[in-house]
């Protein structure tokens, strides 16, 4: 029953952050908010629902590993997986003009959360630091964009363009929303429980299973995204949405969560798993920097990378459950 659990709650948050994203680009169409802004808020933060909803669950249950791992294993899994299987797809190139400013912002926001988990607290004043800095960004971005053709205006244009529902009418976007919000909130909700009964039973931390499980399920959305507009080409919206994605997680995710839950930080992460997260920024930034273009070697080796850490995450508790160590 726990992992037909687990099993419907991926399937719920998949399901459910394609419809919220969809619906609310919907309505926005309708009411003649520009590609632009759509790009930029609804689409990005969108996919990242699921992360916000599961972290906010986990820390509410007092499982502050879920909640702390789920946004550090998000942006891993982000990079590694998301960027890997999106190059292994379709190599691209890298818009230098948008890479340099939103990758900046990516690093930054990488840094500042590093900071922030060393202290060993996430607390109510590092979430206003972080939501200040979404919001900042968020604004400056928008006007930047819009008052100069810009790389990265294109690409936020084009994220739009990819979620966008022409045919749909605002009632209908409307109700699409609110099923997408339902799936992701159920969705959640079963996949930390069902994530809790399993770490409990392999003997891992609820960090662990934050940095896997979790991570993984909640990323479903931006693998999902990412790897259909590769399969059509789009490869740019794929590496927007990746970048994107993290920046929300680290400002949004991890500032809403501290504002509502103040919660510790689990010494693991702040040890090892934080600083593996830093490692693949600089991973991505090398991979994007040399020639401007992510190759489908680059793809396999981030992939690679990313199997050695679940393996490094997952196989003490592997070996426990079947008596070997």
Same mark, same amino acid.
């Given at each position: *029953?726990?992992?037909?659990?687990?099993?419907? #709650?991926?399937?719920?948050?998949?399901?459910?952050?394609? +419809?919220?994203?969809?619906?609310?680009?919907?309505?926005? !169409?309708?009411?003649? /908010?520009?590609?632009?802004?759509?790009?930029?808020?609804?689409?990005?933060? #969108?996919?990242? *629902?699921?992360?916000?909803? %599961? $972290?906010?669950?986990?820390?509410?249950? =007092?499982?502050?590993?879920?909640?702390? #791992?789920?946004?550090?294993? $998000?942006?891993?899994?982000?990079?590694?997986?998301?960027?890997?299987?999106?190059?292994?797809?379709?190599?691209?190139?890298?818009?230098?003009?948008?890479?340099?400013?939103?990758?900046?912002?990516? /690093?930054?926001?990488?840094?500042?959360?590093?900071?922030?988990?060393?202290?060993?607290?996430?607390?109510?004043?590092?979430?206003?630091?972080?939501?200040?800095?979404?919001?900042?960004?968020?604004?400056?971005?928008?006007? $930047?964009?819009?008052?100069?053709?810009?790389?990265?205006?294109?690409?936020?244009? +084009?994220?739009?363009?990819?979620?966008?529902?022409?045919?749909?009418?605002?009632?209908?976007?409307?109700?699409?929303?609110?099923?997408?919000?339902?799936?992701?909130?159920?969705?959640? @909700?079963?996949?930390? @429980?069902?994530?809790?009964?399993?770490?409990?039973?392999?003997?891992?931390?609820?960090? /662990?299973?934050?940095?896997?499980?979790?991570?993984?399920?909640?990323?479903? &959305?931006?693998?999902? !995204?990412?790897?259909? %507009?590769?399969?059509?080409?789009?490869?740019?919206? %794929?590496?927007?949405?990746?970048? =994107?994605?993290?920046?929300?997680?680290?400002?949004?995710?991890? =500032?809403?969560?501290?504002?509502?839950?103040?919660? &510790?930080?689990?010494?693991?992460?702040?040890?090892?798993?934080?600083?593996?997260?830093?490692?693949?920024?600089?991973?991505?930034?090398?991979?994007?920097?040399?020639?401007?273009?992510?190759?489908?070697?680059?793809?396999?080796?981030?992939?690679?990378?990313?199997?050695?850490?679940?393996?490094?995450?997952? *196989?003490?508790?592997?070996?426990?459950?079947?008596?070997?160590?």
């Amino acid at each position: *029953m726990v992992i037909v659990q687990l099993l419907g #709650g991926l399937i719920l948050l998949l399901v459910g952050g394609e +419809a919220l994203v969809r619906g609310s680009v919907a309505v926005a !169409t309708q009411l003649g /908010v520009s590609k632009l802004f759509i790009g930029l808020t609804l689409v990005g933060f #969108g996919t990242s *629902m699921p992360e916000l909803v %599961a $972290s906010l669950q986990g820390a509410l249950a =007092g499982y502050p590993g879920v909640a702390v #791992g789920n946004i550090v294993g $998000s942006n891993i899994a982000n990079v590694l997986l998301i960027l890997g299987v999106t190059a292994v797809i379709l190599p691209f190139a890298v818009k230098r003009e948008a890479f340099q400013r939103d990758g900046a912002v990516l /690093v930054l926001s990488s840094l500042i959360l590093l900071a922030v988990i060393l202290t060993g607290y996430l607390s109510r004043w590092a979430g206003v630091l972080l939501v200040g800095f979404l919001l900042a960004y968020t604004g400056y971005s928008y006007w $930047s964009e819009r008052n100069a053709a810009k790389a990265a205006a294109q690409i936020h244009e +084009a994220e739009a363009e990819e979620a966008s529902m022409p045919s749909v009418s605002i009632w209908w976007g409307l109700l699409i929303f609110a099923l997408g919000v339902l799936g992701i909130v159920f969705g959640a @909700s079963m996949l930390v @429980s069902s994530s809790i009964v399993i770490a409990h039973h392999l003997g891992v931390s609820d960090a /662990v299973i934050g940095l896997t499980l979790v991570a993984i399920g909640t990323s479903l &959305p931006e693998l999902a !995204t990412s790897a259909i %507009a590769a399969a059509r080409g789009h490869v740019e919206v %794929a590496f927007g949405n990746i970048v =994107g994605s993290n920046i929300f997680n680290i400002f949004g995710i991890g =500032g809403v969560t501290a504002l509502v839950v103040p919660i &510790p930080v689990p010494a693991e992460i702040a040890q090892v798993d934080i600083w593996v997260m830093v490692g693949t920024v600089v991973l991505m930034a090398i991979a994007c920097i040399t020639g401007w273009r992510v190759s489908r070697r680059e793809g396999v080796f981030l992939l690679c990378c990313y199997a050695a850490y679940m393996v490094f995450q997952l *196989m003490p508790g592997l070996r426990a459950a079947a008596g070997i160590a």
